[in-house]
């Protein structure tokens, strides 16, 4: 697949223009990031989430964490958790995002993706804050059991 310029191109771009032009992207990202809060307070964040999604693939708003823990609540407010998957899993990647990798492994836990869900908690489980601690053990259980289910299900 065609490769689209990432973020790590812009600074590149962004070089090449004039201040005037640097000055007035500036205020059109800023301008979109506040349309979409905008739109999330409204209850539209299904609208807010595309027009996000778009802004950051044409590289109008960097992807930054902060503008990527908002595409993902938008999607998850959306009831589009499928869409947030790959938004979590760059925030895992990219920024070690605690809170990002136990989303992950609750939209898997609740469709019943169980290895999925107990991969996600298990590698989180050592990051996470103590009070949150028993929740995390707790669904890390339950997808474990549900694979060992699963797995002599399979075998039967």
């Known amino acids: 697949s065609m490769a689209r310029p990432t973020m790590h191109d812009m600074p590149r771009a962004a070089a090449t223009l004039s201040t005037g032009e640097r000055f007035g992207l500036l205020q ?12 999330l307070m409204a209850g539209a964040p299904f609208e807010a ?7 950051l693939n044409a590289g109008l ?7 990527l823990k908002l595409l993902s ?7 589009e958790a499928r869409r ?11 920024h070690n995002d605690i809170d990002a990798q136990i989303q992950l492994g609750l939209i898997h836990f609740e469709v019943g993706e169980w ?7 298990d ?3 050592p990051r996470v804050p103590a009070e949150r601690r028993p929740d995390v053990s707790g669904w890390l259980a339950i997808s474990l059991e549900e694979v060992r289910r699963d797995a002599e299900e399979s075998t039967r």
């Not at 989430?49 to 802004?55: D, I, K």
């Open 28 to 39: 059109e990202a800023d301008h979109l990031l506040r349309m979409v809060q905008l739109q």
């Open 49 to 55: 989430a595309t027009q996000l999604e778009q802004a």
């Open 61 to 67: 708003i960097e992807a930054t964490e902060d503008n």
């Open 73 to 79: 609540r938008c999607w998850l407010l959306a009831r």
């Open 84 to 94: 947030a998957l790959p938004v979590l899993e760059r925030l895992v990647r990219d």
């Open 115 to 121: 290895e999925s869900a107990a991969k996600a908690f």
């Open 123 to 125: 590698q989180v489980l």
